[in-house]
């Protein structure tokens, strides 16, 4: 028993309590909070997007930037894994 | 409650991962725990926006009623791309750790006893 | 890594068509039905994963270069910013649908519980673009993960 152990120990047990008390005190599951947000969302999404999917409608026209950083974060990790296994021509 | 059992299960889910981070001795194994976190969380925000006895958002045909919030789904859907891209590049990194060291021991690798 | 027996390959070629195809209906039908650009291209990335296992990594090198799959990885994502750009030469800001309401091939808006396949606005190119995108990804990654476990003296 060294200090890592102890250490490692009294920190799962802080974050192990920490998220059992969060489960039980959060909101009733199935009463969110009313959101304005979302309720215009599932107004007016075939009128202006013109699509039937409210979920493809976000992704790609309300919030079409976080899909363009999402897209960036593949093709990241996608260029990092070729360049690792390059195999070097003489 | 037992009426909040997903939020008990992403909790679950947490704990379990995060003792297969903290306590465990081989590279693979910490791997599977820190991709079991990330389900959890992925959980977590679909269970944020659901109201009792909703359907889904799609329009097609649909039978009438109100929606769940599609908002808390489109980011989750973000949240597992950017989870398999953090996957990929950790395997790559363990298969040229074990190439160069010989071992997968994490206890072994930076070069100080126990 | 090496191929597996001639029943395992049979059957890989037999049922490669059908998860091609439920794969590009998940893709192109993304503003009707529940899909969309990543859950098809993650269809269809694991039916090509298939016939890797399949065939063995060696066949697969001779079939197709890494070059090509950074070619059309590179294309859906340019595909995706240049429609991003079009909505400002077309309308207001980044990002605009300025093909609904218009007579574009893509312009109708549904009535109520119809689903047409021309509707939507730029949401199906959208899709397409970046179902290539995660296709040619994620091919990349895995076969680059196969080839490197092949030959174990010539380690760089």
Redo the contacts between chains.
Sequence with gaps: M?IRTIA?VI??TI??VF??F???M?H?????DA?A??QY??DN??NETGA????T???FDY?GF??L??AT??F???A??VI??RRLKK | ?I??????A??AL??IG??AV??RRNLIKIVIGIALIESGVNLFLV??????GSI???????PGGI?S???P???T??S???G???L??M???I??IY?HYGSLDVRKLGGED? | MKGMSKIVKTIANISFPFIMIYGLYIIMHGH???G?G?QGGAVVASGIVLILVAHGSEWMQTKIKEHDLSLYESLGAFCFILLAFLGIAFGGVFFTNFMVNTNLPFGQI?I??A?NLNTGGTIPLMNLAVGLKVIAGLFA?ILV?AI??LKKEE?T
């Excluded at chain 1, 039937?52 to 979920?55: E, R």
């Excluded at chain 2, 009426?3 to 008990?8: A, E, G, Q, R, S």
């Excluded at chain 2, 269970?47 to 009792?52: D, F, I, K, N, P």
Aim: proline share 6%; net charge negative.
């Design positions: 060294n490692a920190f799962f974050v192990s998220m059992i969060s489960a039980l959060i009733p599951f199935g009463q969110p959101q947000m979302d969302i599932i999404t075939v039937n999917n409210g979920v409608a976000v992704v919030r976080d899909t950083g999402e974060v593949l990241t990790a996608v990092g894994v690792l296994f | 409650m009426d909040n059992l997903p939020f008990i992403v909790a947490i704990i995060l003792y903290l306590f269970a944020l926006g659901y109201r009792t889904a958002p799609i329009y097609t045909s649909s929606m919030y599609p908002v789904q489109a980011l859907l973000t597992i791309v950017i398999v891209a953090v990929a590049l395997l790559s990194l298969i040229h190439r126990q | 009707l039905t529940p969309g990543f549904p109520d519980g689903a990654i993960m490197a476990t380690s």
